[in-house]
């Protein structure tokens, strides 16, 4: 029998990349600014390019490895794959720590419309692996932002020079979703800093062997305080602290245990015995879950593209040949879900991203304008990217049929490191509850309203070509049903209350995703249209078609799911609200 | 921190068992034939009992043991987990593996209707531990129903003891989905044997220390014969086979590799260097996804009632006492979703089983209904169990948030375990295409017609109830779109070719599962209609109006999802048809 490489070369399309930040986003319109003025297009591309040659050399490589041979706790210590200390000092050494960071902090100013790119290859290409430098950039963005410079100075530079890991330290073994529950507590010593006691769940490279220091942004409580959320403070905590001429000393945070999972491998979750991130954090978990069924999507594509079994339909003849699986409609379906996520996804998330760097150009109106938007669409980027991201491997791993259940090839994996996503950062309930109970209905529905603006107008572009015009007039009814769906659930907030007005919020935030996503789609649509005028290459038709394609695979297959979910929003029976939890007992 | 038990004792509910068997399929009723006429509820419930408690002590303790520690090949010899050996002979001697064989080969006769009741206890308890009798059993029937009294006599009574192990040989590393290209060879030796020459793949239990034989039922072609499937013959091969005075004699079936597999780890699947079953092994795969995620919804429960999160919404007092997650609507849902998919996939699996019964029991006209009905129901009972399987333990997850990814609890196995099912005994891309291309059209769409009419009977009978009216009408519109979807389709089958036709089959099966379970629902909600008006203890009360939930909520969350299918099926966009696979190259 043939044998089919184990891994194949691709785990995301540069092209596609390229697509979405000068086609789509047009990166370049940032460049106008002073803040982005250093850059142009070369250097964008060049940053690109080094991005993928550090993802194909320095983590696709240990992918696998580092998932057979996870963390391991040893006498108190976390021994880690050795491959992260390599990573974490090329990336600090590379300058991609910093990348984002201000030049101040000898950053590059890079806007994270490109940054993300990066972080979708690292991300593509090993998960884990892109996880310790990811997590240290965002520790030190917060420092940055909220310390004072007495912190920035003390830590700041070693982080980012991949010297020194940062984590956040948020969840607590009775407060997971429920973070006003936390316990930790912060006492001040007098001295000018704060005693901290309490214990710490599901620290993400919460220790470990491949860095000399490792840096908590940890949530507590000064007594005291107020109760609730407005209670908890952020605090900076090392596992070395450093006394006098800078002696390093053992900070007494102890590890107690390490998590054993099933995907995610690569990196030690970890409990220590003594926070929650914002947008950023949460396009990042999106990020991470789009990045993940790429490599998957790849992998069944360049299985489907050799693998030989059956024939085209109409052939009768069992002597003939056998057609590479690719051929078969319903493979081909398999492939088009598959690259309607991963594109789809990435769109929203670069979105997503484009505006946080215009926060940095704009203020006034235009700037609340952009803030509200982020914030709706945060929560969507976050649990599409990751809920759909399940399913987006599953069928990665359908189409290579026994194969893809087993480690021969890498999709057993991908499915097992994306199940995390729907979970961590904020569960999809919590998504869904933090859409329709806050972002949705916060200063008048006004988030919701720029929002439809923002559709239309897209709308708007596409009628502008002739075989957008179906297409346009399909999403604009999605944006109607949405909008009226809002007003019925604000009208049965008013006369059932808020606990039947929640119930549904999780298939609120499935038909937001449907309609934000049939968006993204709509303006990758407007530029092939624009691309499709020019002549073009063969690989470049070849991509536009393709794009052409998923495109027309989301309206037809996808965004109908809508309907469903629709149906369901308008109903008047609130049986999960008025179900008695003891009838789940028989 | 509170400590939560690792495992529920739970796994499956043997109250929900008794309410299909008895009150929704009255399987009492088919003891009024001679064949099953030996049998009364009181011996039924003695059976159900004994395999409940076989199940919760050989089965479910090593649950987890078994996945940790996979089977190994060791210089050519596959070793299990000890337990097999052990579980192998209480099968065998306390007759679970001949339970539904006629009493000719010391069988029970016991109706399937029970026997799977059994199966679905000893999958939820351990999958991997519950294929080694299972697959037995299915290769002693197939000797039963199609060998010749030399091969009965050589094989059967061995392995109904479970001194021996069946397994099925099909697959070949380019035949997998395409059956008809194995090339195996069975050269007749002109002595009463053939010489098989061939190399199998993916064969579970295809070789094990924990039996003293393994007989493979193994497809290949004699040389000569016609080709494509009509050249297929089916074949009995031992690992030893007897020679004279039965002196056994190693048959050089040779194993070259075990795989490693994501789930499904407690039993090995082998590749041989040297077959399909029918329409009960498909049943069977069904059986088992039902039966793992009945497990993982149990676990999933159990936390559930015993993890205080949170506060009821209209709570503003954050030093309240938070409350067990199941109060929360959102748990509600996720759990109620997990309940319709297990007991939906239940009933229908079991709706299929008293098909295959009353086989036994019906002749000519009454028996080719059945069989259609049958025949038709396959591929959706295997496909609906296996694909929701995927989503429905993903939520089992999902109740437990990050505690679900760790090995801490069960049900990240749960997942891993069920996914091989959407792929073994025919992928759902197979099922669509069986369904759609074999079951729907055959006899003119006779089985379609038939399944018409007994859905039409439910709607009938739940008529006769108040409650039920609203839902038999939504079932009834249902009902009416698959048929008017079904002969649009034959339109298109007409105009634009079999490949357009067939091209979304995978979707039509989905369809038609939403409805499939719908009816089995309403047959359910009868049976809760009737009993509730009877007075009844709290614990049944509770276990009624719990059926009357999740009947509800399959026809307000799961039943609409059909409307996104129908409208995809209507559509005339052949994308996936027209789609040049080269536009997924760039």
Redesign the interface.
């Known amino acids: 029998?043939k044998k089919y490489p184990r891994r194949s070369t691709k785990f995301i399309?540069m092209?596609?990349l390229k697509f979405l930040i000068y086609e789509v986003f047009d990166v370049l319109a940032l460049t106008k600014h002073d803040y982005y003025a250093q850059h142009n297009r070369k250097m964008f591309n060049m940053v690109l390019d080094a991005a993928m040659k550090l993802s194909a050399k320095l983590l696709y490589p240990v992918f696998e490895e580092m998932d057979r041979n996870p963390p391991e706790f040893i006498a108190g210590e976390v021994k880690v794959h050795p491959s992260v200390r390599e990573l974490m000092k090329q990336y600090g050494e590379g300058g991609w720590i910093a990348s984002t960071f201000p030049e101040a902090f000898d950053g590059e100013q890079l806007p994270l419309l490109v940054a993300n790119c990066c972080n979708m290859m690292f991300s593509a290409a090993n998960y884990s692996g892109s996880a310790y430098p990811g997590l240290t950039a965002g520790a030190a963005r917060l420092i940055t932002n909220f310390g004072n410079p007495e912190l920035i100075d003390t830590y700041v530079a070693n982080m980012l020079s991949g010297q020194w890991q940062g984590t956040m330290a948020l969840?607590e073994?009775?407060?997971?979703?429920?973070l006003?529950?936390i316990t930790t507590t912060a006492e001040p010593s007098g001295e000018g800093y704060y005693n901290i006691k309490g214990?710490k769940?599901?620290i993400s490279a919460g220790d470990h062997d491949g860095v000399d220091n490792v840096i908590h942004l940890m949530l507590a409580k000064i007594p005291g305080g107020p109760?609730?959320?407005k209670g908890i403070s952020l605090f900076v905590v090392p596992k070395y602290r450093f006394e006098g001429q800078g002696t390093p000393v053992f900070n007494d945070i102890v590890v107690s245990q390490i998590?054993?999972?099933?995907?995610?491998r690569g990196c030690p979750?970890t409990e220590l015995a003594m926070f929650q991130m914002m947008n950023e954090e949460r396009v990042g978990v999106g990020l991470s879950a789009a990045s993940i069924a790429s490599a998957a999507y790849y992998a069944a594509?360049a299985y489907a593209?050799e693998r030989?079994?059956?024939?085209?339909?109409?052939s009768k003849?069992?002597?003939s040949q056998?057609v590479?699986i690719?051929?078969?409609?319903?493979?081909?379906?398999?492939?088009?879900f598959q690259?309607s996520v991963v594109e789809g996804s990435f769109s929203l998330l670069l979105q997503c991203s484009r505006y946080e760097d215009m926060l940095k150009l704009t203020k006034g109106e235009e700037r609340e304008t952009i803030e509200l938007l982020l914030d709706l669409l945060t929560p969507v980027a976050k649990t599409y990217s990751s809920e759909m991201g399940?399913l987006s491997t599953?069928q990665s791993?359908?189409c290579f049929?026994?194969y893809?259940?087993?480690?021969?090839f890498p999709v057993?994996q991908h499915?097992?490191d994306m199940?995390?996503h729907?979970?961590?950062e904020g569960?999809?309930?919590i998504q869904?509850?933090d859409l329709l109970g806050r972002k949705v209905i916060m200063k008048d529905g006004k988030a919701l309203k720029l929002f439809g603006q923002t559709v239309r107008a897209a709308i708007s572009a596409a009628r502008e070509h002739e075989a957008l015009k179906p297409y346009a007039a399909l999403l604009d009814k999605s944006l109607k049903s949405l909008e009226s769906i809002t007003l019925h659930l604000v009208g049965v907030a008013a006369e059932k209350?808020?606990?039947v007005f929640?119930?549904?919020?999780?298939?609120y935030l499935e038909l937001f995703s449907y309609l934000a996503i049939g968006w993204q789609w709509l303006l990758q649509a407007i530029s092939v249209q624009k691309a499709m005028q020019s002549r073009l290459s063969k690989?470049e038709s070849?991509?536009y078609?393709?794009k052409w394609?998923t495109f027309?695979?989301f309206f037809?297959?996808e965004l109908?799911?809508?309907?469903?979910?629709i149906?369901?929003l308008k109903?008047e029976?609130a049986?999960?609200?008025?179900?008695?939890?003891?009838?789940?007992?028989?």
């Open positions: 029998m399309s092209r596609n969840t073994p009775q407060a997971g979703s429920s006003s529950d214990q769940i599901f109760p609730g959320v998590y054993h999972k099933m995907g995610y979750i594509l593209q030989p079994q059956g024939r085209p339909i109409l003849d069992p002597l056998q590479a690719v051929e078969h409609a319903d493979v081909k379906r398999m492939l088009l690259r399940i599953s791993i359908q049929g026994g893809g259940y087993c480690e021969d057993e499915f097992r199940r995390i729907p979970i961590h569960t999809t309930g869904g509850m209350g808020t606990a929640l119930a549904d919020a999780t298939l690989s070849n991509f078609q393709g394609f027309r695979y037809e297959y109908p799911k809508a309907e469903g979910v149906q369901r109903s029976d049986l999960t609200v008025d179900m008695d939890p003891d009838f789940f007992n028989d």
